[in-house]
């Protein structure tokens, strides 16, 4: 029998995926099958790798639900054959990558490890060796046969993150994510350090993958001045059902009666409004100040700790799953993938 590990390396495009053309200098993609010849290290680990590329591969900012279920689907498919997954991505949108794919992918046992890199690999200083070295010993690691890893996890510069709990919060060093809810699961140095307590126990049941996601969201960034044409505007979006809320401190907003009522209207209509704060870190907590409770009163949904990225992919998800707002509402208090510190 053939006991070799084996990973499934699912390039998507991005960053890492680069190499400079010799001729014009430019950055383009290249060619997964020379992955050897890119990195020779990749030789020395003892695993099997196959390599699924994403046709034509895109930057992240062209990512969306659909190619989500492609990436789902291929993992659905060779669910069987491998051991863990590596999903090369460009880093600007990872973290809702990474948050849509761990809604997506219910009763994953086996690692899916995303990252990518500021640097290509083409260039001399790249970080994306290092990253993609270390992605591929993770989604390898086992301990009595069985994932250490058994969740959506983003790896990036000696960090492996929960994938919806990081957020991407540096557009140019090479730590360029964090996850200023949950602490890591795992610290890179001389060695792989994993946090065994903070990691989800595999459950052993049968993966069951949801493709069908409803994008009929909006994301309602609050800012002194806000004007009431452009808070409308929003609510009045065609087919809306759902909103991130993006409100001040621990869940804030304004008290005036225009936007309470605006909101209000909406929510009697079945509107569901999350309320996931500005803030890089800490929670919601709508009964501090009164015009946190005043939300409270006419139905807001307190986000607790979510980032903005986890709330769009767990609403789209919900969505794709329930018809009626009570459905959604009561799931969102939920922790479904360890993306909030419910109590
Ligand atoms: N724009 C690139 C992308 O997200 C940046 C990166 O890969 O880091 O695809």
């Not at 993150?161 to 140095?189: C, D, Q, W």
Request: charged fraction near 20%.
């Amino acid at each position: 029998m053939d006991q070799q590990i084996s990973i499934l390396i699912i390039y998507t495009g991005g960053t890492i995926g680069m190499v400079k053309d010799p001729d014009s200098g430019i950055l383009k993609p290249f060619n997964f099958d020379n992955i050897y010849l890119q990195i020779p290290a990749l030789k020395l680990l003892d695993y099997k790798i196959e390599n699924y590329c994403f046709e034509p591969v895109i930057d992240s900012s062209d990512m969306d639900p659909h190619h989500w279920g492609e990436i789902t689907k291929i993992i659905e498919v060779n669910y069987e054959k491998h051991d863990g997954f590596v999903v090369l991505h460009g880093s600007d949108t990872m973290a809702y990558t990474a948050s849509a794919l761990s809604f997506m992918l219910e009763n994953l046992n086996k690692p899916v490890i995303l990252t990518g890199s500021q640097l290509p690999l083409g260039m001399i200083r790249t970080d994306g060796r290092e990253n993609f070295i270390t992605a591929i010993e993770i989604a390898a690691a086992q301990e009595d046969d069985t994932p250490i890893i058994p969740e959506v996890a983003i790896y990036f510069e000696n960090q492996l993150m929960r994938g919806n709990r990081t957020i991407k919060y540096n557009a140019e060093h090479f730590e360029a994510f964090r996850s200023p809810n949950y602490p890591a699961l795992a610290e890179v140095g001389v060695y792989i350090k994993y946090n065994h307590s903070l990691i989800r126990k595999p459950n052993f049941k049968k993966l069951k993958v949801h493709t069908k996601l409803d994008s009929n969201i909006a994301v309602l960034k609050l800012f002194p001045g806000i004007s009431k044409s452009l808070v409308e505007s929003v609510l009045q979006t065609d087919g809306l059902r759902a909103i991130v809320l993006e409100t001040y401190g621990s869940g804030n907003a304004p008290t005036k009666k225009w936007f309470i009522d605006a909101l209000k209207k909406r929510i009697d209509q079945g509107l569901i409004v999350l309320n996931a704060t500005q803030c890089q870190g800490g929670p919601v907590e709508m009964n501090k100040y009164q015009t946190g409770v005043t939300l409270q009163d006419i139905g807001v949904i307190g986000g607790i700790d979510i980032t903005t990225e986890a709330a769009t992919a767990k609403l789209m998800y919900l969505l794709g799953i329930y018809n009626t707002p009570e459905q959604v509402k009561q799931k969102l208090s939920q922790s479904l993938r360890g993306e909030i510190t419910a109590t």
